[in-house]
Every structure is written in structure tokens, then in C-alpha cells.
């Protein structure tokens, strides 16, 4: 049974920081690429960033040098640093878990999805 609990959400003020963890279990991790999408009120589902590996990774526009995403596969773990956060990034985060190679910014494309936490930041 394939596992994906995501921790690290909280209350935050504008210009802090926040890191979201995604632990997984269940599957081959190394073996899948791994998203972060993020719903707020009212708003459909969207496409934060991905990784497939240390040097592959994408984000979308809104986030770009202000999140990271990395992983450690050892700990069958993914992580999202978010820094400089602002109001428009509240919202629930979720971490997917991709085996596909196309079209990874669509949500329908990901296996896997953990249950997500909460990301508040204050302005």
C-alpha cells in the first residue's frame, strides 16, 4: 500500500519560511518523480514544482528562486523549502508521486498523492 504523508505546514508571516516534508513508503521512490501542487480556496489544484533527480528539477513561474525542492532517496523523502513566502502562497500542499515522463505540471498525470498540509502565511 503506497504512503505519501506530507508534514511541515503551518502559520507563517510574509517573508518567512516554511520546509514541507513528503515521506513515502510503499513504492519504489528513486524510481518515481516527484511533484508539489498546491489548492487554495475556491482554485483548482496547481503545479508547484517537481524532481526527478538533483538536476532535474522544475517549478512553476510564481515560485521560481524562492522555493527548492530536493530529495533524499535514502530516506524516501522529499522535501519543498519555501523562502520569502507570501500571501498568495497559502493554500494546501500536496506531494505526488509521478512514474510517467510528460505533461508532469497536470495533476491527473500523478499515481500517487499524499492527504496534504496546510500553508497559512499572514501578511
Known amino acids: 500500500q503506497v504512503q505519501l504523508v506530507e508534514s511541515g505546514g503551518g502559520l507563517v508571516q510574509a517573508g518567512g519560511s516554511l520546509r514541507l516534508s513528503c515521506a513515502a513508503s510503499?513504492?519504489?521512490?528513486?524510481?518515481?518523480?516527484m511533484g508539489w501542487f498546491r489548492q487554495a480556496p475556491g482554485k483548482e489544484r496547481e503545479f508547484v514544482g517537481r524532481?526527478?533527480?538533483?538536476?532535474?528539477?522544475s517549478y512553476t513561474d510564481s515560485v521560481k528562486g524562492r522555493f527548492t525542492i530536493s530529495r533524499d532517496n535514502a530516506k524516501n523523502t522529499v522535501y519543498l523549502q519555501m523562502n520569502s513566502l507570501k500571501p498568495e502562497d497559502t493554500g494546501v500542499y500536496f506531494c505526488?508521486?509521478?512514474?510517467?515522463?510528460?505533461?508532469?505540471?497536470?495533476?491527473?498525470?500523478?499515481?500517487?498523492w499524499g492527504q496534504g498540509t496546510q500553508v497559512t502565511v499572514s501578511s
Open positions: 505526488a508521486a509521478d512514474s510517467g515522463l510528460v505533461d508532469f505540471r497536470n495533476p491527473a498525470r500523478y499515481d500517487y
Open positions: 524532481i526527478r533527480s538533483a538536476t532535474s528539477t
Open positions: 510503499g513504492l519504489t521512490f528513486s524510481s518515481y518523480a
